[in-house]
């Protein structure tokens, strides 16, 4: 049996993942450090590059340069391959483990045109690029310029894919909740169906929402909604998808999971919104329905029948009294419960 990735999520969402950067960055003037141990070159190359525009920072050895790109990482290097304490190309490679040099753009400069072992050894220590020094000016101002197009387009790259991802992210996220939506169970649920993966469909409903509402205003209903939410997440199994699925209900896919601890999952979730700290000015006590349906000894079921005999499950929780568990046990062929409480409302 083929089996697909999971694409949704499996764990919370967080609200930060969904705060999306509306421009892409913004050019802004360069900063490069020259590090040469030849005085004369390097104040030539820091003034024929500063009248291109860019801000200079100068090193006459390779000693503090880790620190110095750790403390102030510069948009490029200019790195003297011959220093006078360590090499320019195992500074380069040390430069290149560091997490924030990754985009930095390292040239390597050499007094002579190097040979193809020298030009080796410098671009798999982690070089972009070579300039033989001190005579083609017009050249370095090139080079330099090339290399922080790059960088920047590498930029504006790494913008675009987290938009991307972010994106994603914010169309299988509730905002209020910082859970899973109801488009994202839906998907996880339908995948390990496909599949046919043992799982439970935990139906969970806020008892009396519309009374808290109704008394504490609608403020108050989205702070019980979003602290029965956090007690949710906090008993849902990495491997596992919570969801707000309307309203003031909740949805837990727990996949692999049998009926034997069907009971002892939905009784985690009520005990948890038992606990709940009171919230200043609200309801005293918050609790939860549930309802739970699984697949182990129905064969291929679809969604929709799942989710209905959750649901029924759910509204014999109601109707039994509140704050419990009901478990659907309906035996193999037996008609499925009739669709559509769900959007309803609860009694």
Known sequence: MTRRLREPPARPFSRKEVDLES?????????????????????????????????????????????????????????????????????????????????MPIILLTAAFPDEQSV???????????????????????????????????????????????????????????????????????????????????????????SINDGFGHAMGDR????VAKAIASRTRAADLAARYGGEEFLVVARGA??????????????????????DAGPCRVTISVGIAGTEGLGPTSRPALLARADSALYQAKSAGRDRVVVDEHPVGSPTPEAGRRDRGRP
Not at 134 to 163: C, F, G, I, K, T
Request: proline residues 3%; hydrophobic residues 40%; charged residues 35%.
């Open 23 to 103: 421009t892409p960055p913004v050019e802004q003037a360069r900063r490069i450090l020259i590090v040469d141990d030849d005085t004369s070159r390097r104040e030539l190359f820091a003034r024929v590059l500063r009248s291109e525009g860019y801000e200079i920072d100068t090193l006459a050895d390779g000693t503090d340069l880790l620190t110095r790109v750790r403390d102030n990482p510069p948009d490029l290097v200019l790195l003297d391959v011959m220093l006078p304490t360590v090499s320019g190309f195992e500074l380069c490679g040390d430069l290149r483990m560091m997490d924030d040099a990754r985009l």
């Open 120 to 210: 080796v050894r410098g671009l798999l220590s982690g070089a972009d690029d070579y300039i033989v020094t001190p005579s083609r000016l017009d050249e370095l101002r090139a080079r330099v310029r090339v290399q922080l197009r790059n960088r920047r387009d590498r930029e504006r790259l790494q913008w675009a894919r987290r938009q991307g991802a972010t994106l994603r992210s914010a169309a299988f996220s509730d905002a209020l909740t910082g859970l899973a939506n109801r488009r994202a169970a839906d998907r996880t649920l339908d995948e390990a169906l496909q599949n046919q993966e043992r799982v439970l469909a935990v139906s969970i409903d806020i008892d009396h929402f519309k």
């Open 224 to 227: 019980v909604l979003a602290e």
């Open 258 to 279: 049998s009926l034997e601890v069907a009971t002892r999952i939905g009784e985690r979730y009520c005990d948890a919104v038992r606990a709940m700290k009171a919230i």
